[in-house]
């Protein structure tokens, strides 16, 4: 009797699991795996929580949730050198196709090595040095103002050099976009000094006369870097302008006959300072 009543006590028991395994529908069980989240280890928790650069909530500002990711860590040395070339010609002009007669092309080529440590995450101090120099040639020109003749100009082979060199101290603050740190912005801030040496030529003949031109501003160039290799980026940049004070003096033989003193500010797009460049992070 009393294997009897064991017996009933199981098909009991069975009926109950049977009955609540069927109450719960496939989505719940579903939901159920989902809602468990996969655990990481201990190290990529502490790598990633390392790679998070919190800003304090100063004040009453608004804590909108947005991070820096770590692009540059502390202490790391950067080397690397850019590249920009620019080509103008009159053809590809709308605006000089109104000059009659007006054959015209300008060349501008420079390379800038640098230098840079970071002093703190994303943070970087250096110097870099550039080397420019500018080609322009005049072919024919030939400007009338109105009906008469007697208010015409023209030019024939006209052919301007400029070579100059520059020194500057910059500091460029990165934002990292991602959590691996492979892509990020930065603005670079560059207080730099110039010098250098215009001179024309007509047709075969040089002048005596030249130019020395000497400027010293701060100027703004944001851009882009990219990680192509854990030790080598990429970066474009454009610059924005700033603020000059540029100093020219008109030579004749050793003789000084004009000078000008000139003092800007200009911020707008400057398509002919787009940079190319390669970064080593040491």
Known sequence: ?????????????????????LAQTPSEVVADEV???????????ADSASRVIRVPNEGA??????????????????????LSFAHLNSNDSQFMLMIDGLEAECSMTQISPFIGVSYAKNQVLGARFAYQTTRGKVDNVSLQAGDNEDYTFTLNNVNLVQRSYAGALFHRAYIGLDLRGRFALFNETRVEFSFGRNTFNYGENELDQYTKNRQVGVTFHPGVAVCIMNNVSMHASIGIGGVRMSDSRVYNGAEMIGKRTAMNANFRINLTDISLGITLHL
């Open 1 to 21: 009797m009393r294997f009897i009543e064991k017996i009933v006590y199981l098909l009991i028991v069975g009926l109950f699991a049977a009955t609540t395994a």
């Open 35 to 45: 809602a468990q989240p996969v655990k990481k280890t201990k190290a990529q928790l």
């Open 61 to 82: 500002r608004v804590d909108r949730g947005i991070y820096q990711y770590l692009f540059i860590p502390k202490g790391q040395v950067l080397a690397g050198t850019t």
